[in-house]
């Protein structure tokens, strides 16, 4: 199921996350909540990497996963780092919340899924990226809209936190 923003309550996804370096995937960041089924996120790993639009471009991809990324499997995969990450999430099933960056940390795009119950593109809150360099990216993204994460039938929300190494 694929979500318009203009039709932003008609899914439902609440998510708390705190993310650290890969090294500490067994520490919970938080969870999802779409459609009253709770994901766990475990795991985060942040990227650079040429942008879409310009391979000139550098861009950062923060990623916020329902089990533990198997970065050697992605790293092995060879081509594109961004696109064997998303060939490794959908290949697992995995449920994320992901956050794209231009070089200065202006937030770019972004997406929410549940696999088989959600895609939603956009980050469904307002993004703020206070760190991002060679060594980290740091940030945070919190919907306007509270009460959204009790509704079990329509309503997006967002609320995570992430400060994750390279």
């Given at each position: 199921?694929?979500?318009?923003?203009?039709?932003?309550?008609?899914?439902?996804?609440?998510?708390?996350?705190?993310?650290?370096?890969?090294?500490?995937?067994?520490?919970?960041?938080?969870?999802?909540?779409?459609?009253?089924?709770?994901?766990?996120?475990?795991?985060?790993?942040?990227?650079?990497?040429?942008?879409?639009?310009?391979?000139?471009?550098?861009?950062?991809?923060?990623?916020?996963?329902?089990?533990?990324?198997?970065?050697?499997?992605?790293?092995?995969?060879?081509?594109?780092?961004d696109a064997a990450a998303h060939?490794?999430?959908?290949?697992?099933?995995?449920?994320?919340?992901?956050?794209?960056?231009?070089?200065?940390?202006?937030?770019?795009?972004?997406?929410?899924?549940?696999?088989?119950?959600?895609?939603?593109?956009?980050?469904?809150?307002?993004?703020?990226?206070?760190?991002?360099?060679?060594?980290?990216?740091?940030?945070?993204?919190?919907?306007?809209?509270?009460?959204?994460?009790?509704n079990k039938e329509d309503g997006?929300?967002?609320?995570?936190?992430?400060?994750?190494?390279?």
């Amino acid at each position: 199921m694929h979500c318009n923003p203009v039709f932003l309550r008609s899914c439902l996804l609440s998510a708390a996350a705190l993310a650290a370096p890969l090294s500490a995937s067994s520490t919970e960041y938080g969870s999802i909540v779409v459609h009253a089924k709770e994901a766990k996120l475990v795991d985060a790993y942040a990227y650079h990497h040429p942008a879409s639009y310009d391979a000139k471009e550098t861009q950062t991809t923060v990623l916020l996963v329902d089990r533990p990324i198997d970065v050697n499997a992605i790293k092995a995969a060879g081509g594109k780092l961004d696109a064997a990450a998303h060939a490794w999430l959908d290949k697992q099933k995995a449920a994320y919340w992901e956050a794209i960056f231009y070089a200065d940390g202006t937030y770019w795009s972004g997406k929410v899924v549940a696999p088989g119950v959600l895609t939603y593109e956009g980050a469904a809150c307002q993004v703020a990226m206070t760190r991002n360099d060679a060594v980290r990216a740091e940030g945070s993204c919190r919907s306007d809209d509270a009460a959204a994460k009790d509704n079990k039938e329509d309503g997006v929300y967002v609320d995570v936190k992430f400060s994750t190494a390279f």
